[in-house]
């Protein structure tokens, strides 16, 4: 089965600076990357997603980029604040009908005021 | 709007006790799924449904069984609880068409002791 990979475990960043997370994946069928954010004591929220006949997917200030030669996904925050500090997850589909996603393990963000 | 609701929020068992989880949507979605998070394991599947009336298994469905009886509400089963089952768990639920948010309920923190 499809295997996701993130790193890194934790990030700490200066607020303003960017923050960048990496995913890796296994299965090449793969055809959907979402981003999840998952603030303190509650459940995971959709922040972006990207498909795979698409490279690169912009929101503000968010962004996610995708390699499928190499199979990896990357998330990118510019001038991040203290509201991004959560824990975000990358995940991948392969559309089986069952539209079941692969989570990554997460990434604990701290923005430093 | 309620979206996804998870009762109960917070549970304490003795080994060997049972329990059911409830989640109920109310946007009319097909596919529903129960994950349970883990310190540094993510999130992992433990029983999916895509429909009344269907269940399947996920990556971790040991010691859990599910049934949807109605579409907006997808049950979690704990037989005979474990240590090993202390977790955070979250239930989601998405439409099952192209495009595949999936909306998270807030989670039922578990200790089993």
């Known amino acids: 089965g499809e295997n996701v990979e993130q790193h890194p475990s934790t990030l700490s960043v200066q607020e303003g600076d960017s923050a960048v997370i990496k995913c890796t994946y296994s299965?090449?069928?793969?055809?959907?990357f979402p981003w999840y954010k998952q603030e303190l004591g509650k459940g995971p929220q959709l922040i972006i997603d990207i498909r795979s006949n698409v490279g690169e997917k912009k929101d503000q200030r968010i962004a996610v980029t995708l390699n499928k030669t190499a199979k990896h996904f990357s998330l990118h925050i510019t001038e991040t604040q203290p509201e991004d500090s959560a824990v975000y997850f990358c995940a991948a589909r392969v559309n089986f009908g069952n539209e079941k996603l692969t989570f990554g393990t997460g990434t604990r963000l701290t923005i430093i005021p | 709007n309620a979206g996804v609701t998870q009762t109960p929020k917070f549970r304490v068992l003795k080994t060997g006790q049972s329990m059911t989880l409830l989640c109920a949507q109310d946007?009319?979605?097909?596919?529903m799924y129960w994950y349970r998070q883990d310190p540094g394991m993510g999130l992992r599947l433990i029983h999916y449904?895509?429909?009344?009336?269907?269940?399947a298994k996920g990556e971790v469905p040991d010691g859990y069984n599910v049934s949807r009886l109605k579409k907006q509400n997808f049950l979690l089963g704990l037989e005979s609880a474990a240590p090993s089952q202390t977790s955070v768990y979250f239930c989601a639920s998405t439409t099952g068409l192209s495009k595949n948010i999936q909306y998270f309920g807030a989670g039922t923190r578990l200790s089993v002791l």
């Open positions: 946007m009319n979605h097909e596919y």
């Open positions: 299965d090449s069928a793969s055809n959907y």
């Open positions: 449904s895509v429909g009344e009336g269907t269940t």
